[in-house]
């Protein structure tokens, strides 16, 4: 399937929680157990049924995941690159790629967040194919300071939406992980830089919530939300992927097996991905499900 939207991943910032290791590498780069960091939200954008994906990155990094993902053609997908050559803010990313949208929908996933979700596939598809205005998701958390925070009125809907509050209203966090219409970038040339320099995406929100166009999916107890950016949570992330996939035999965050899942490639084409990398137990899976033993 190909929904039409298209989609951004942003894998840009200088990873400053997570230096040194990030001194001489992109964060997004960095491992999540077996796989890089930007499989696991460039899975989630194709389980949308998106197969036109740019990824943004600074100038430095951007050769990295050329190297990395090359133009996305062994996933039945096309991969652009471009450079955001100073951290201004997510929501800049819609400027950035303004005339590679050229008007169309567009799905933005941060490089640094994993989302596992047994329904997965149906939340992103439903989310896709809405005809207008914004879809975010909801995870309720303990620290909720560190995030955009939605809070929910007495009927359930989404009524107030802050940036990183000192006191925040709500325990509800916004993940990188965002659905818009058309009109985003001209959106996104509304918005100011915030007291910290930056275009906030949390802004852009709220100008489709301040509309009425805003949808806040919450993401229940089955689901995981898991943001890399700092060393524990990349740990974290590591040893939850570990445990899905070694319990129940299942791959999480894999864009070989989700092309193949989604119809964007075929057994054959899988076989070939997993004979790239022999003695890998994703190796091993991968041509397992190609031969159709899962």
């Known amino acids: 399937m190909d929904t039409g939207m298209k989609g951004i991943l942003l894998a840009g910032g200088s990873g400053t929680r997570l230096h040194p290791m990030t001194l001489a590498t992109s964060k997004q780069l960095l491992p999540v157990y077996d796989k890089p960091m930007i499989y696991y939200p460039l899975s989630t954008l194709m389980l949308a049924g998106i197969r036109d994906i740019m990824i943004i990155s600074t100038p430095d990094d951007l050769p990295q995941f050329r190297r990395l993902l090359g133009d996305g053609s062994r996933y039945g997908v096309r991969f652009s690159y471009r450079a955001q050559p100073s951290p201004d803010g997510i929501a800049q990313a819609f400027l950035i790629a303004e005339d590679w949208l050229d008007g169309a929908p567009c799905a933005l996933a941060l490089g640094d967040n994993l989302i596992f979700a047994d329904h997965l596939s149906t939340l992103m598809q439903q989310a896709a194919t809405r005809d207008s205005g914004a879809t975010?998701?909801?995870?309720?958390?303990?620290?909720?300071?560190?995030?955009?925070?939605?809070?929910?009125?007495?009927?359930?809907?989404?009524?107030?939406?802050?940036?990183?509050?000192?006191?925040?209203?709500?325990?509800?966090?916004?993940?990188?992980?965002?659905?818009?219409?058309?009109?985003?970038?001209?959106?996104?040339?509304?918005?100011?830089?915030?007291?910290?320099?930056?275009?906030?995406?949390?802004?852009?929100?709220?100008?489709?919530?301040?509309?009425?166009?805003?949808?806040?999916?919450?993401?229940?107890?089955?689901?995981?939300?898991?943001?890399?950016?700092?060393?524990?949570?990349?740990?974290?992330?590591?040893?939850?992927?570990?445990?899905?996939?070694?319990?129940?035999?299942?791959?999480?965050?894999?864009?070989?097996?989700?092309?193949?899942?989604?119809?964007?490639?075929?057994?054959?084409?899988?076989?070939?991905?997993?004979?790239?990398?022999?003695?890998?137990?994703?190796?091993?899976?991968?041509?397992?499900?190609?031969?159709?033993?899962?």
């Open 136 to 294: 975010v998701f909801a995870y309720q958390v303990r620290d909720p300071e560190r995030y955009g925070v939605v809070s929910f009125d007495a009927e359930g809907r989404a009524s107030a939406l802050v940036e990183k509050p000192a006191n925040p209203a709500s325990p509800w966090a916004v993940t990188g992980l965002y659905f818009y219409d058309a009109r985003v970038s001209t959106f996104a040339r509304e918005i100011r830089p915030s007291a910290r320099g930056e275009l906030e995406i949390t802004d852009l929100n709220r100008i489709y919530l301040e509309e009425g166009s805003l949808q806040v999916e919450k993401l229940g107890r089955g689901c995981a939300w898991l943001d890399a950016g700092v060393p524990d949570a990349l740990l974290q992330a590591g040893m939850f992927v570990q445990t899905i996939q070694s319990r129940q035999g299942m791959l999480v965050g894999s864009p070989a097996e989700v092309a193949f899942r989604m119809g964007f490639i075929d057994a054959g084409q899988l076989r070939v991905i997993a004979g790239e990398i022999p003695k890998t137990e994703l190796g091993r899976v991968l041509r397992d499900i190609a031969d159709g033993a899962q």
